[in-house]
Each structure stands twice: as C-alpha cells, then as structure tokens.
C-alpha cells in the first residue's frame, strides 16, 4: 500500500487543523492505519491509531481530547482532526500502515507516507 498525507500548514495556537492519509490499494481496510509525528530534534512518536474497519482507536496520552482519528475506506483514506492546537504540537506528521491492531512503535508499521509538517505558532 502507499500512501499520501496532506493538510498540514500554519496555525495560531488554539486552532485546528485536519489530516488526510490517502492510500492506493482495494485492500485498505485490512490495514492498521496510524499517524506519528517527529518533532525537529526529537523522535518520532506515536499519535493515534485506527483499525481496519474503524471500530477501534487509540490515541497518545498527550493528545487525548483534542485529536481525533477516523477513517472512511470508501475513499482509502484516513483523517486526524487536531483541535485546541498547541505549540508543543509543531511536528512533521507521518500516517503509516500494517497488517493488525495494537501497536504503537513506529518499527511495527511497514509502509509510510512522506509527510506533512504542522507549525503551531504561539
């Protein structure tokens, strides 16, 4: 599968944004689909995630309440709401997909998009 992430760009601290993954492939709804973020200087890091079909989710504790996951796999794609945005949260966004639920390291997921950068201004 690939993949293909949009929607990121500039926002004032307390505003929103909204993340596409897009992704090729019929089989989409077999895959795992998670969205990480690297921070300039630090390591990549877990966000959320979301099951094949949608039924589940998981999310980083620090962003708990102020992002939501969701899927819509008649269009391959995979969206990050970001509300109530934080500067801490400026980081170039990565979605990225495996085969089965539950895992949040970035080396368990096999194919990921380029990335979209997200700056949270103060």
């Known amino acids: 599968v690939q993949l293909q992430a949009s929607g990121g760009g500039l926002v004032q601290a307390g505003g929103s944004l909204r993340l596409s993954c897009v992704a090729s492939?019929?089989?989409?709804?077999?895959?795992?689909i998670a969205w990480f973020r690297q921070a300039s200087g630090k390591e990549r890091e877990f966000v959320a995630t979301i099951s094949g079909g949608g039924g589940a989710t998981s999310y980083a504790d620090s962003v708990k309440g102020r992002i939501t996951i969701s899927r819509d796999n008649a269009k391959n794609t995979v969206y990050l709401q970001m509300n109530s945005l934080k500067p801490e949260d400026t980081a170039v966004y990565y979605c990225?997909?495996?085969?089965?639920?539950?895992?949040?390291?970035?080396?368990?997921?096999?194919?990921w998009g380029q990335g979209t950068l997200v700056t949270v201004s103060s």
């Open positions: 492939g019929r089989t989409f709804n077999m895959y795992t």
């Open positions: 990225a997909a495996r085969i089965g639920w539950g895992r949040t390291m970035s080396l368990e997921y096999n194919y």
